[in-house]
């Protein structure tokens, strides 16, 4: 990757949770973002306050990943905004937990169309629009793998995620465009947490080695490293930062 010019990465879903640490962590490398949020408008705004209270530059823009035209105008708002883009982190997700023979087709499409289309439009538009040398690090979970009750729709999106992951390393090579997976493990986040009984986190927590819920901050480092010249070599894989649980 280049270090002669300002990087700028995008993230998707960054208003919150995993993402609104990604985009702290990535400023602090010097890397201009472009924050993205749905709904939560003051959160993006305040992230980006943030950012900028501490000398970096960022951006906040709604865009629906779930829809095609969403990562189309987060691709628009880097270079509006920034004059392109080099990083683009497909973390925008949701988790609806429920017993595969009670799930309605419209939960499960949700998770397809966020999971799962909005991470395929991100790496097709990445593979357009990234400059030469960039990076494209999507999120799968460590729950492939373990296939736990009730997680059917989301382990079937994020299986998904990472064959894309391999096939597209393979084919934006060519440009020194690295695409990786981060899978993470439990992770104390309002998605993760929400729904969930005290007796059911800390039967979770049991499976970890480690004996805690990883913390957001913790992903976004393995993001950064992906994301930085240390990262360069690593291309087609799934980290699986989960505390040893699988």
Known sequence: M??????????????????????????????????????????????????????????????????????????????????????????????????LIET?????????????????RGIREAGRRLRDGGRIINFSSSTVGVYGPGYGPYVASKAAVEAMTHVASKELGKRAITVNAVAPGPIETELFMNGKSDELVQRIVGTIPLGRLGQPEEIAEVVAFLAGPQGGWVNGQVLRANGGMI
């Open 104 to 120: 309605d087709d419209a939960t499960f499409e949700q998770h397809i169309a966020i999971n799962l289309t909005g991470t395929f």
């Open 2 to 99: 280049t270090t002669d010019r300002e990087r700028v990465a995008i993230v998707t879903g960054a208003s919150k949770g995993i993402g609104a640490a990604i985009a702290r962590r990535l400023a602090r490398d010097g890397i201009a973002v472009v924050v993205n949020y749905a709904t939560s408008r003051g959160a993006a705004d305040a992230i980006v306050a943030e950012i900028e209270a501490g000398g970096g530059k960022a951006v906040a823009v709604r865009a629906d990943i779930g829809s095609p035209s969403g990562i189309v105008d987060l691709f628009d708002a880097a270079e509006e905004s920034f004059g392109g883009a080099d990083i683009l982190v497909n973390n925008a997700g949701i988790m609806k937990l429920t017993p």
